[in-house]
Nanobody
Framework: QVQLVESGGGLVQAGGSLRLSCAAS????????MGWFRQAPGKEREFVAV????????FYADSVKGRFTISRDNAKNTVYLQMNSLKPEDTAVYLC??????????????WGQGTQVTVSS
C-alpha cells in the first residue's frame, strides 16, 4: 500500500501564492507518475497537473497553466504544487494521486485525503 499525505493548504487572498506538498510512504514504487486533482463543493473532481518519474514530463489543466508548477523530489518521495496568482475559483480540496506505470493517473487507487485551499476575493 502507498500512503499519501498532503500539506500546505490554507487561506490566501486572490493574487497570492501557496505551495502544496504530498509525501508518499509505504510501498513506494519507482517509475510512478504523481499528480494533483481538486474538488470544489458541489463539483466533480478535476485534474490539475501530473508529473512523470524523472520530473521531465509535466502536463497541466488549461485553467492552471502558467500559474501552477508541479515538481517532485524522488529522494524524499514528495511531489509539490506551487500555486501562484491564485483566484477565488481555485478554491477547492486539493488531492494528491500516485499511479503505477501504465495506469492512467485518474484511475489510480492511491489518493491522499486532501488539503483545503481557500482563496478570498
Amino acid at each position: 500500500q502507498v500512503q499519501l499525505v498532503e500539506s500546505g493548504g490554507g487561506l490566501v487572498q486572490a493574487g497570492g501564492s501557496l505551495r502544496l506538498s504530498c509525501a508518499a510512504s509505504g510501498r513506494t514504487f519507482s517509475g510512478n507518475r504523481m499528480g494533483w486533482f481538486r474538488q470544489a463543493p458541489g463539483k466533480e473532481r478535476e485534474f490539475v497537473a501530473v508529473i512523470n518519474w524523472s520530473g521531465g514530463g509535466t502536463f497541466y489543466a488549461d485553467s492552471v497553466k502558467g500559474r501552477f508548477t508541479i515538481s517532485r523530489d524522488n529522494a524524499k518521495n514528495t511531489v509539490y504544487l506551487q500555486m501562484n496568482s491564485l483566484k477565488p475559483e481555485d478554491t477547492a480540496v486539493y488531492l494528491c494521486a500516485a499511479a503505477l506505470p501504465g495506469i492512467p493517473i485518474e484511475s489510480t487507487n492511491y489518493w491522499g485525503q486532501g488539503t483545503q485551499v481557500t482563496v478570498s476575493s
